[in-house]
């Protein structure tokens, strides 16, 4: 049924509980895996300009994208599954676009994330950009939840 599952990483526990899903779904379906991780820009153009050395800033983003790719595909192989990845980067343009496009491009059957990714400095999905993979994607899309953000709602 799915041959080619897109799975935006971010080294998150969530996205980490996506690409967890994606793999027993690829294993399942024998399909294949495009994971990709987004750097958006502007977040730091705009709001820690004056603050930081945007440069290395952008580097330290660009370090920690290269790192989750490096980590998920670390485990797509001891799973034995079948993936590549990319990295991108957006400038004034939303990380959900991103994924979407890629989605397109890729020509996806699914696109596995999690609810919610890095906050801050690191982050690469808040829930708004998942929000918009849903209402945008051409494809179907398996949101992933972490259990941890289950218990602290019941808590409050």
């Known amino acids: 049924m799915y041959q080619r599952i ?50 290395d800033l952008l580097d330290a983003l660009r370090d920690s994208g ?16 079948k993936a590549d990845a990319a990295l991108y980067e957006t400038m004034g343009g939303r990380v959900s676009d991103v994924i979407v496009r890629e989605a397109k491009k890729w020509k996806a059957d699914l696109i596995v994330m999690g609810t919610h990714g890095r906050r801050g400095i690191n982050r ?5 950009d998942a929000e918009a993979v849903l209402r945008t994607a051409p494809v179907p899309v398996l949101m992933v939840r972490s259990p941890d953000r289950k218990k602290r709602a019941r808590k409050k």
């Open 6 to 55: 897109l799975v935006p990483v971010d080294g998150s526990h969530t996205s980490t509980l996506g690409l967890q899903e994606a793999i027993r779904i690829a294993i399942n379906q024998r399909a294949r895996l495009r994971l990709i991780s987004v750097v958006d820009e502007y977040l730091v153009t705009q709001n820690f300009e004056g603050f930081f050395n945007i440069g």
């Open 66 to 81: 290269k790192k989750a790719i490096h980590n998920a595909l670390a485990l797509t192989r001891k799973h034995d599954v």
């Open 124 to 128: 690469m999905v808040l829930g708004s």
